[in-house]
């Protein structure tokens, strides 16, 4: 049995409806469910959505402030002023004053950029930077990707003289900055058609505005900005997006290419998966560990020398950035772990002195992955006596409303339900996390604090095809509010499962049912080899690709999490090195049993644990759902009460045996007929002198002649005197099965039939009669 940490939502399709959308729409069944998953009802709503064209794009002077804005920079332009594009230090950032340049450059603009330093100058418009800037003579700011809340520093940008244009997307606050125009799709509420645009998304409207004609050659950074800042991935978005991805896979840009090399992507298949996980991290490791201007200077870049050293430089950052939040998540993990009273916190506030700022954000995300809590880390500055840091929630936990409530210590705050960013006195640092667990006990419940997982549709293997998932392709760009789709196969069985990767920590398997098979790969789930058993039906969720080699391509199903509902048989028998199978048996949740001592003995110096010896007269205690049996029992009827006795999750078999008796067996009669008419000639027989002889003769193993000697004896058919063995030819007629040791060597022999040496078919269905499965 494994069961899953998080609660399976599985959406379950009407098959009349996916029948009707997949016929109309000559696409498969598995398109047709994401398609009704989706959100869409109708053929006509799923013909929209697969038709991505430029309807969907909107007249960039519907936003309020771009007539205004266009008219103030063509006069700068015209009087030749200094202009300055003030952007952000993250790809959305960097991709907006890349666009904003390129079209101020190509309008004879006397232009130049700045990106604040994330440690030095933080987040927005800049106060110190603002004065620099009109010190060098500048009289025109354009803000792209932030301004909205830089109230302050434009104030003081007005004061000096200078004009300020901000275009930003960001959640305005109750009081707008004194800018002299704002171009923003929200503001005022309803003005422009589609709300949702990223920064980038703002600057290319404003480039569409100023060069009176849509400019094809900068969709390229319209899609990286856009799919790495999340916005929902719907509408206008989905439009430029789609068009982005085109341009990339066919730009001759110098810098796009470097990039590909750096990530090891192809450009012809440069789709919404490379941009969300191998450029837009590489933009945004650039700022989160210094300064973010190498970021434009290498989309800017034209010759291939200079974007392939950028191109490195921004792989080496996001290289070393990986690196620190691998670090400081396991610092955090381990302060979380080493203190009982933080790990049962419904809010884990996590904070330590020198750690980098600007990846803090990860660590909190990745914190939520492992323990599914609202967390916050922070990065104490002793100096300044602050700590600054960011936040994730769960769902339940308003993060910007719960953070909201405690201004009196948190003087600075920002973000949404979701995420925010803080800084804070240091040694209120104790104090917010005690708040924040009480606030928590108020508004989550224990449904709350496990994760949901909200699955699209389940799928059947005989549904999976190359066909089937080309066709999920033309569904994409998928992105937040339109996902990627998650799907479900219940029920199927493993055919063949092995661990894979240099340091074994990843799991191919082969599944099947009755109609087909599909290959499956589990990055990061190598441990789940040691809980999964053969036989048992398994249930995955996960991701549909296609696997191409050597010009083949194959369906594979990309894990992500796994669920059996029935309990496990694993089989151990006949490992020989204890600490080769203890490796994977999971000790805390594992009791082991042993039904002799001589096993209990044996084990005690190679078992870290406590083993539990049960007998027949055992009062059995409550025993782990997972246990090991050791040996055998001395008869069934021991095992099948223990059995009846715990609600079994996984049952491991090594059935150690000192001394098996299978392959020896149990004499014939004829062999015990010849034996006892052999002893009646010799009326004194030395057995140990002359067994080896009599065993080459009569063609016996020697425990089978003591063995039958024993009989005897035991039923006073001889008696046994200084060694010698004479028979009693007075002794009463006597089954031979009513020796004790014929009726337990018989015992153990059928014992060692059924379990030992059974099949693991025929043992895992002994163990199922005998539970009820």
Same mark, same amino acid.
């Given at each position: 049995?494994?069961?899953s940490?998080?609660?399976?939502t599985?959406?379950e399709p009407?098959?009349?409806a996916?029948?009707?959308?997949s016929?109309a729409?000559n696409?498969?069944?598995i398109?047709?469910?994401?398609l009704?998953a989706?959100?869409?009802?109708?053929?006509?709503?799923?013909q929209?959505?697969?038709?991505v064209?430029?309807?969907?794009?909107h007249?960039?002077?519907?936003?309020a402030?771009?007539?205004e804005?266009?008219?103030?920079?063509?006069q700068?332009?015209?009087?030749?002023?200094?202009i300055?594009?003030f952007?952000d230090?993250d790809?959305?950032?960097?991709?907006?004053?890349?666009?904003?340049?390129?079209?101020?450059?190509d309008?004879?603009?006397d232009?130049?950029?700045?990106?604040?330093?994330?440690?030095?100058h933080g987040?927005?418009?800049?106060?110190e930077?603002?004065?620099e800037?009109?010190?060098? %003579?500048?009289?025109?700011?354009?803000?792209?990707?932030?301004?909205?809340?830089?109230?302050?520093?434009i104030?003081?940008?007005?004061?000096?003289g200078?004009?300020?244009?901000v275009?930003?997307?960001?959640e305005p606050?109750?009081e707008?900055?004194i800018?002299?125009?704002i171009?923003h799709p929200r503001?005022?509420?309803?003005h422009y058609?589609?709300?949702?645009?990223a920064?980038?998304?703002?600057?290319?409207?404003?480039?569409?505005?100023l060069y009176?004609?849509?400019?094809d050659h900068l *969709?390229e950074?319209?899609?990286?900005?856009t799919?790495?800042?999340l916005?929902?991935?719907?509408?206008?978005?989905?439009?430029? =997006?789609?068009?982005?991805?085109?341009a990339l896979? +066919?730009?001759?840009?110098?810098?796009?290419?470097?990039l590909c090399?750096v990530? /090891?992507?192809?450009q012809?298949e440069?789709?919404?998966e490379?941009?969300?996980f191998?450029?837009?991290? $590489?933009?945004?490791?650039i700022?989160r560990?210094?300064?973010?201007?190498? %970021?434009?200077?290498f989309?800017?870049?034209?010759?291939?020398?200079?974007?392939n +050293?950028?191109?490195? +430089?921004?792989?080496d950052?996001?290289?070393?950035?990986k690196?620190?939040?691998?670090?400081?998540?396991?610092?955090?993990?381990?302060?979380?772990?080493t203190n009982?009273?933080?790990k049962?916190?419904?809010?884990l506030?996590?904070?330590?002195e020198?750690?980098n700022?600007?990846?803090v954000?990860? =660590?909190?995300s990745?914190?939520?992955?492992?323990?599914y809590?609202?967390?916050?880390v922070?990065?104490?500055?002793?100096e300044?006596?602050?700590?600054k840091?960011?936040g994730?929630?769960?769902?339940?936990?308003?993060?910007f409303?719960?953070?909201?409530?405690?201004?009196?210590?948190?003087?600075?705050?920002?973000?949404?339900?979701?995420?925010?960013?803080?800084t804070?006195?240091?040694?209120?640092v104790?104090?917010l996390?005690?708040r924040?667990?009480?606030?928590?006990?108020?508004?989550?419940t224990e449904?709350?604090?496990?994760?949901n997982?909200?699955i699209?549709?389940?799928?059947?293997?005989?549904e999976i095809t190359?066909?089937?998932?080309?066709d999920i392709r033309r569904?994409a760009? *998928?992105?937040?509010?339109f996902?990627?789709p998650?799907?479900?196969?219940?029920?199927?069985?493993v055919?063949?499962?092995?661990?894979?990767?240099s340091?074994?920590?990843?799991?191919?398997?082969?599944?099947?049912?009755?109609?087909?098979?599909?290959?499956?790969i589990?990055?990061?789930?190598?441990?789940?080899?040691?809980e999964?058993?053969?036989?048992?039906?398994?249930?995955?969720?996960?991701?549909?690709q296609?696997n191409?080699w050597?010009?083949n391509?194959?369906p594979?199903?990309?894990?992500?999490?796994?669920?059996?509902?029935?309990?496990?048989?694993f089989d151990?028998?006949?490992?020989?090195?204890?600490?080769?199978?203890?490796a994977?048996?999971?000790l805390?949740t594992?009791?082991?049993?042993?039904?002799?001592q001589?096993t209990?003995a044996?084990?005690?110096?190679?078992?870290?644990k406590?083993?539990?010896?049960?007998?027949?007269? /055992?009062a059995?205690?409550?025993?782990s759902?997972?246990?090991?049996l050791?040996?055998?029992p001395?008869?069934?009827t021991?095992?099948e009460?223990l059995l009846?006795t715990?609600?079994?999750? $996984?049952?491991?078999?090594?059935l150690?045996?000192?001394?098996?008796q #299978?392959?020896?067996?149990?004499?014939?009669?004829?062999?015990?007929?010849? #034996? #006892?008419a *052999?002893?009646k000639k010799?009326? /004194? *027989?030395?057995?140990?002198?002359?067994?080896q002889?009599?065993?080459q003769h009569?063609g016996?193993?020697?425990?089978?002649?003591?063995?039958?000697?024993?009989?005897?004896f035991?039923?006073?058919?001889?008696?046994i005197?200084?060694?010698?063995?004479?028979?009693n030819?007075?002794?009463?007629?006597t089954?031979? /099965?009513e020796?004790p040791?014929y009726k337990?060597?018989?015992?153990q022999?059928?014992?060692?039939?059924?379990?030992? #040496?059974?099949t693991y078919?025929?043992?895992? +269905?002994?163990?199922?009669? $005998?539970?009820?499965?």
């Amino acid at each position: 049995m494994i069961q899953s940490k998080k609660v399976w939502t599985v959406n379950e399709p009407d098959d009349q409806a996916v029948n009707k959308m997949s016929e109309a729409l000559n696409i498969s069944t598995i398109a047709s469910k994401i398609l009704l998953a989706k959100g869409c009802e109708s053929v006509e709503q799923a013909q929209q959505l697969l038709t991505v064209d430029d309807s969907q794009y909107h007249d960039p002077f519907l936003m309020a402030g771009m007539e205004e804005a266009v008219a103030r920079i063509e006069q700068a332009l015209d009087e030749g002023e200094k202009i300055v594009v003030f952007g952000d230090y993250d790809a959305d950032g960097i991709t907006s004053t890349t666009v904003l340049l390129n079209v101020l450059l190509d309008l004879g603009a006397d232009v130049d950029f700045i990106i604040p330093n994330r440690f030095i100058h933080g987040y927005g418009p800049n106060e110190e930077l603002f004065r620099e800037v009109h010190q060098k %003579g500048v009289q025109l700011i354009i803000t792209v990707d932030n301004g909205i809340s830089g109230n302050d520093a434009i104030r003081v940008a007005k004061e000096l003289g200078m004009d300020v244009i901000v275009t930003d997307h960001h959640e305005p606050g109750d009081e707008l900055p004194i800018a002299d125009i704002i171009v923003h799709p929200r503001i005022p509420a309803g003005h422009y058609p589609f709300g949702e645009l990223a920064g980038v998304g703002v600057a290319f409207k404003l480039a569409h505005a100023l060069y009176g004609e849509l400019p094809d050659h900068l *969709f390229e950074y319209v899609a990286i900005g856009t799919i790495a800042d999340l916005v929902p991935l719907v509408g206008e978005n989905r439009y430029l =997006v789609q068009r982005g991805l085109k341009a990339l896979q +066919q730009s001759p840009n110098a810098w796009v290419p470097a990039l590909c090399e750096v990530s /090891s992507t192809v450009q012809r298949e440069i789709n919404e998966e490379t941009v969300g996980f191998y450029f837009g991290p $590489r933009l945004n490791a650039i700022g989160r560990l210094g300064d973010a201007s190498p %970021g434009v200077h290498f989309l800017m870049s034209e010759e291939r020398e200079q974007a392939n +050293q950028l191109a490195k +430089q921004l792989n080496d950052q996001n290289t070393e950035r990986k690196k620190i939040v691998e670090e400081l998540t396991e610092q955090a993990i381990a302060m979380i772990e080493t203190n009982p009273m933080m790990k049962d916190n419904l809010v884990l506030v996590v904070a330590q002195e020198g750690w980098n700022p600007g990846v803090v954000g990860i =660590v909190a995300s990745r914190i939520v992955e492992k323990y599914y809590r609202p967390t916050i880390v922070l990065s104490l500055d002793r100096e300044k006596g602050t700590a600054k840091g960011s936040g994730r929630s769960i769902e339940g936990f308003h993060l910007f409303n719960e953070l909201a409530k405690n201004r009196d210590i948190l003087p600075h705050f920002g973000g949404h339900p979701m995420a925010a960013g803080m800084t804070l006195p240091m040694d209120k640092v104790d104090e917010l996390r005690e708040r924040l667990n009480v606030q928590a006990k108020a508004v989550l419940t224990e449904e709350q604090l496990i994760q949901n997982l909200q699955i699209d549709l389940p799928i059947e293997l005989s549904e999976i095809t190359v066909e089937a998932i080309e066709d999920i392709r033309r569904l994409a760009p *998928f992105g937040t509010e339109f996902t990627k789709p998650l799907f479900a196969i219940r029920g199927v069985k493993v055919k063949t499962m092995r661990k894979i990767g240099s340091a074994e920590n990843h799991l191919k398997m082969e599944l099947e049912d009755a109609y087909g098979t599909l290959d499956t790969i589990g990055f990061g789930k190598g441990h789940l080899h040691d809980e999964i058993s053969y036989g048992v039906p398994i249930s995955l969720v996960g991701d549909l690709q296609i696997n191409e080699w050597q010009g083949n391509k194959k369906p594979q199903f990309m894990i992500q999490d796994v669920q059996v509902s029935q309990w496990q048989l694993f089989d151990i028998r006949g490992k020989s090195q204890t600490a080769n199978w203890l490796a994977k048996i999971p000790l805390e949740t594992t009791d082991f049993i042993a039904f002799s001592q001589q096993t209990k003995a044996h084990f005690e110096p190679l078992i870290p644990k406590s083993i539990v010896w049960i007998t027949e007269e /055992s009062a059995l205690h409550e025993l782990s759902p997972n246990i090991v049996l050791l040996d055998l029992p001395s008869q069934t009827t021991v095992l099948e009460k223990l059995l009846k006795t715990i609600a079994v999750e $996984r049952i491991y078999v090594h059935l150690y045996t000192a001394d098996s008796q #299978y392959f020896n067996g149990m004499p014939t009669r004829d062999h015990f007929k010849w #034996y #006892y008419a *052999f002893l009646k000639k010799r009326p /004194s *027989f030395d057995l140990k002198a002359h067994i080896q002889p009599l065993s080459q003769h009569i063609g016996l193993n020697v425990d089978v002649i003591k063995f039958m000697t024993k009989v005897f004896f035991e039923l006073r058919f001889v008696t046994i005197e200084n060694g010698l063995t004479t028979v009693n030819e007075n002794a009463p007629k006597t089954a031979l /099965s009513e020796a004790p040791s014929y009726k337990i060597r018989s015992q153990q022999i059928e014992l060692e039939q059924k379990l030992l #040496y059974a099949t693991y078919i025929e043992l895992k +269905q002994w163990f199922d009669e $005998r539970m009820g499965s």
